[in-house]
């Protein structure tokens, strides 16, 4: 039943500009470099960190449990680690044949082909090598079923491998993939929110109004004892000065009674200064349509009060949102309408208008009221504002108001703190020729999935300084504003701000931060044990990847020799403080035969030689420096076309073909060194970045690794 205070909120996560590599070709025409940005562009719409968090996750998930959640972490954070882990889910295939997710039915076909000529099992005699090629070739084939039948890529782009294996209760022959698309999430946000329902079961809010004026109030305005008249003021004599102003509790429940009926009943309770009073309130949700929904509110006691609140989508870009309330059948009831509609299709960008008629009278209806005085007249408005805001925090609003009243505009903006462990602050000020200035700080901090906490300080001519606490748990909140000088102070406005800061940043990194790290660390070591058996099975179906490439590799790599083309020398994937050194100083010439010098027979004997003789290692430590990283050189090659290697971004490429994952949990990175017309060359790339090769620099970054004579 309040007035809107944001009459539009969208949330899209923001796309990250891609990376450059750390070196990079300088001769190599923008194709490649293109393909890359345009990848990472596309890809990484859905924010893609690389946390321990995620795996952590991801891990827990494949174990069923969802119990090693590090206490510290923000809710939203998890919730989004979470969506994170589906997501790779919704990847992988992608990452099987080394595509787009919007990759079309002909680039599809075109990736198998090129995999499948390379996999099949009648190219490899040996049979190892035949057993390897038709592990790799059922995975390859999976991945085209999946990806060129188009409802099967509609369900698995929306609830991933999970999805594929479901029974579904509607029918998708027939379906266009946007009727699918919507059905699906419909289905989704059906889920979450019986998820949300069986969580919580009731929403409360208590607001105590606290006055605190005599703890800094000069001592003349303090009030003491009449014995004590004209003497010294204690600490206690400021703490007798606090006192409540207004208490207001708040306590309320919901119900679905058909799929489109939602009824609540909500109890307010109100005291102030001694004098208090109740209503039980009944709330009416109707959504009559996917574009138009109704909530009727009314007080079941005196004093009476509806408010009918109407929400009508036009289209994606426009919806409008109108509240009608009034007290009494004796004026007409007041309406506020607001216009939203979206600018951009890039960003979040909107604009809004919101017209608030006030108090108004039609002929003769409201006009005696109007002028007996015994009712509050409320005079009209017209607020025009842009606001712009995203999931994590991240935004800001700039809008004005004009009225009978009071004439005004405001701006704040909103920002993600890491360095206060992810706290998210929003700061802004107004200016009016009635209200005055008023600038505002406030910061909320999820310290558990469920427990946020909020502090904000707001100072105003007139007004004062005003300190506001909060706390929220399951649908249970908790505010306490606390005037401490009903006049401007800039000191109390500047230590009422600086010192939560710092306080906070203090807890954070003496404590919150070192404890949610040891508890990670904990965590991720546990899981990566529990999990060994998952990774030695990633880990054997890599060396089958590479074994049945090897092949293909060495026939790319001299066919590019021949063109003076791309030739991969040496690549790893993994942890980067574990990456060998490169033992890959000398001559082009002589680095190509030192790297691809050897037949396939013996490349495919010896890399599994290699392997074998860190299996002991591998079998008992768990975290030995050996096992953090891996030898990428053969799939890299083979993914070699046309002297370039492209990679998608926005994914990592533990799921590419000859990949695996060989630091769960940690932050990794694939470092390549490479032959391109016969000068040296290094890039690196972190785990979800689009990778390039050749690549185009600036000029900063256009001179080549120089070789020098072994």
């Keep these: 039943m309040d007035d809107i205070d944001d009459p539009y909120s969208q949330s899209r996560p923001a796309a990250r500009p891609p990376r450059r590599a750390e070196a990079v070709e300088s001769q190599a025409g923008p194709s490649a470099a293109g393909a890359a940005q345009s990848s990472s562009s596309s890809s990484s719409a859905r924010s893609s960190p690389s946390s321990q968090e995620e795996d952590i996750l991801r891990l827990e998930a494949h174990n069923g449990t969802r119990n090693g959640i590090a206490p510290g972490a923000s809710g939203s954070q998890y919730e989004e680690s979470a969506d994170e882990t589906k997501d790779r889910d919704k990847d992988r295939l992608y990452a099987v044949l080394n595509i787009e997710r919007d990759a079309t039915e002909d680039q599809v076909r075109e990736a198998y082909r090129s995999l499948a000529v390379a996999l099949h099992p009648d190219k490899h005699l040996e049979s190892s090598a035949k057993a390897a090629a038709q592990s790799r ?339 249970q909140r908790i505010q306490v504003p606390i005037l401490l000088s009903p006049a401007p102070r800039s000191d109390l406005l500047v230590l009422s701000t600086a ?81 060998p050194a490169t033992q890959f100083f000398g001559e082009p010439e002589d680095l190509d035969r030192r790297a691809w010098k050897r037949s396939t027979a013996d490349e495919a004997g010896e890399a599994i030689e290699e392997q074998d003789e860190t299996s002991a290692t591998f079998e008992t430590d768990v975290f030995a420096a050996s096992n953090l990283f891996c030898d990428v050189r053969i799939p890299l090659q083979a993914l070699v076309n046309k002297s370039k290697l492209v990679v998608p971004g926005g994914r990592s490429k533990g799921n590419l073909l000859g990949f695996y994952d060989p630091a769960m949990g940690e932050k990794k990175v694939l470092r390549v060194r490479y032959l391109f017309r016969n000068q040296l060359h290094e890039a690196i790339f972190e785990d979800k970045e689009a990778v390039a090769a050749p690549m185009r620099g600036d000029s900063s970054a256009m001179t080549p690794i120089l070789t020098t004579s072994a």
């Design 499 to 579: 010192i939560p800061l710092v306080g906070l940043y203090a807890l954070e990194q003496l404590y919150l931060a070192p404890t949610k790290k040891q508890k990670v660390g904990r965590r991720l070591e546990e899981l990566r044990r529990e999990n060994w058996e998952l990774i030695k099975e990633r880990r054997q179906g890599a060396r089958e990847g590479v074994k049945v490439l090897t092949g293909q590799a060495r026939k790319k790599a001299a066919a590019e020799r021949l063109k003076g083309g791309l030739i991969i020398l040496e690549a790893f994937y993994g942890r980067a403080d574990v990456l």
């Design 137 to 475: 070739f059922r995975e390859v084939q999976r991945a085209y079923e999946v990806l060129s039948d188009r409802e099967k890529r509609s369900v698995y782009d929306y609830f991933g491998e999970e999805g594929l294996t479901s029974s579904w209760t509607i029918s998708t022959r027939g379906r266009t993939p946007e009727e699918l698309r919507a059905e699906f999430e419909r289905q989704k946000l059906g889920r979450r929110s019986k998820e949300v329902d069986e969580l919580v079961k009731s929403k409360g809010e208590y607001t105590a109004q606290i006055d605190a004026t005599s703890m800094f109030a000069p001592a003349k305005r303090v009030m003491r004892p009449p014995n004590r008249a004209g003497t010294e003021v204690t600490v206690q004599d400021r703490w007798n000065g606090l006192k409540s102003g207004q208490l207001v509790g708040k306590h309320g429940f919901s119900m679905q009674i058909t799929e489109r009926i939602a009824l609540g009943f909500t109890g307010q309770m109100v005291s102030r200064r001694g004098m208090g009073s109740g209503n039980l309130i009944g709330t009416l949700k109707t959504q009559w349509s996917p574009k138009l929904s109704f909530e009727l509110s009314t007080t079941l006691m005196a004093p009476q009060l509806a408010v009918l609140k109407t929400d009508y989508t036009l289209n994606e870009f426009t919806s409008i949102q109108t509240i009608i309330s009034g007290q009494t059948i004796a004026i007409p009831p007041a309406i506020n309408a607001t216009l939203v509609q979206r600018l951009s299709t890039e960003s979040t960008l909107a604009g809004y208008t919101s017209i608030r008629s006030g108090s108004y009278t039609i002929g003769p209806w409201g006009r005696e009221a109007a002028s007996s005085g015994m009712l509050r007249m409320d005079p009209p408005s017209v607020t025009v504002g842009l606001t712009s805001s995203k999931m994590d925090g991240n935004g800001w609003s700039a809008s004005t108001t004009i009225g009978v009243a009071d004439c005004n505009i405001s701006l704040d903006r909103g920002i993600t703190a890491k360095w206060l462990g992810g706290a998210t602050l929003r700061g802004g000020i107004g200016l009016g020729l009635a209200s005055g200035v008023n600038v505002f700080i406030n910061g909320d901090r999820s310290v558990t999935d469920n427990i946020k906490l909020g502090f904000g300080v707001t100072g105003g001519v007139p007004g004062g300084v005003t300190i506001r606490l909060k706390f929220n748990r399951l649908g």
